[in-house]
Each structure stands twice: as C-alpha cells, then as structure tokens.
C-alpha cells in the first residue's frame, strides 16, 4: 500500500460572509502539534478583535491520521470546530490545518446555520488549494570511499534523494533523504559501489 498522500501545497485565504457574519479560513500544512498551536496563535494576533478564533486539523494518513483535533473557541458545542474537521476528512488531505475567524455581523445564525456556515468557510478554502504529494521518506546512512562521493551525489540528484549531512575522516560518513519507494534501488546502487549502508528503522 502506497504511504504517499495529498497536503496542502502552502499557506492560503479565503473569505466569505453569512447574514453579515465575516469568516476569515485559512488553510496551512502543518506536521505537529506546536505548529498548530502557533498558527492559532498568530490567528489571534492577527485579528485580536474577531468574536471567534474555530479551528480543526489532522495529522497523517486520510482516513487513518495518526492526530486530529478541533476547537469551537466559544460557539456552542459541535456547530464550528467539528464541521471543520469533516470537511476536512471529507477531503482526502493530510497534515493540514483549517482555521476559521469569525467577526459577528449582528444576526444569530443558530446552531444549523453555524455549522453550514463554518463548513462552508473550510470548504472555500480548502477547494482553492493547491496540493502535493507528501512522499514518505526513508534515511540512509552510507559510508564510502572519496571516490564514490561524486557517484552518489549523481545518484541522489537523479532519484530524488538529499543528502542532509556529509562528513570527511578516513573516508566519508554520508546521511542520505530519499523517497521510500526507492530503497531497494539505493541498496542495489551501493552494493554495486561496495558501499556500507543502514536504514533506519
């Protein structure tokens, strides 16, 4: 089974209004906890005078996100952060964070109105957003020769692999980032190099 699935390709913003109600969605990807609690953080900063700050979010896998949770931030119970959510999950997208800034226009939209209303804001936003496939990806720990430090960096540049960190002793230690479907591909490359290599698990 593929691990790959879709996030959110970056930060977006949509807004709309109901019965003189402003909703303000935004749509970010995130991939922890603190990230969310940042974002919301900003949320308030950047409009310290709207009546609610709502919001939901998952984290990994649709369908089965290792993380999720929601905020109502006021409004009764189950009319913004749950709606939020299920447009969410109803998406097929991972790692993402809505939240949705209400300014009050002066008409009470009851309990129905509220969710159609938050739902519709997180719909908004996220419909108009652009997504990318998050790769799942395996680290490698490869120890070789001077002479083969050229081949693979030409191996990584080719396969979508990084190599985020390289040091130089007797012989080079490399830590390579590569995409999780090309594992055996890299492990066949370095017993071709005669290359010491470990993933990790």
Request: aromatic residues 8%; hydrophobic residues 35%.
């Amino acid at each position: 089974m593929s691990k790959d699935y879709p996030i959110p390709a970056g930060y977006l913003e949509r807004e709309t209004e109901v019965k003189k109600s402003r909703f303000i969605a935004r749509v970010y990807p995130v991939r922890a906890r603190d990230e969310v609690r940042a974002l919301v953080e900003q949320a308030h900063r950047d409009y310290p005078d709207a009546r609610h700050v709502c919001w939901g979010y998952q984290i990994g896998r649709p369908g089965s996100a290792a993380e999720a949770a929601m905020n109502d931030d006021g409004e009764p119970s189950g009319t913004a952060g749950k709606p939020i959510l299920g447009v969410i999950q109803h998406k097929d997208m991972g790692d993402v964070l809505v939240i949705v800034i209400r300014y009050f226009g002066g008409i009470k939209l009851g309990a129905g109105g509220l969710v159609r209303a938050y739902a519709g804001a997180a719909e908004s936003v996220l419909s108009a957003v652009d997504r990318v496939v998050q790769q799942v990806r395996a680290m490698a720990h490869v120890g070789c020769g001077f002479a083969d430090e050229q081949p693979l960096r030409h191996w990584c540049e080719g396969h979508e692999g990084r190599i985020e960190d390289i040091q130089y002793s007797s012989r080079v230690t490399a830590t390579v980032s590569l995409p999780e479907t090309h594992q055996e591909e890299f492990a066949a490359f370095c017993d071709a190099h005669k290359m010491d290599y470990r993933f990790d698990t």
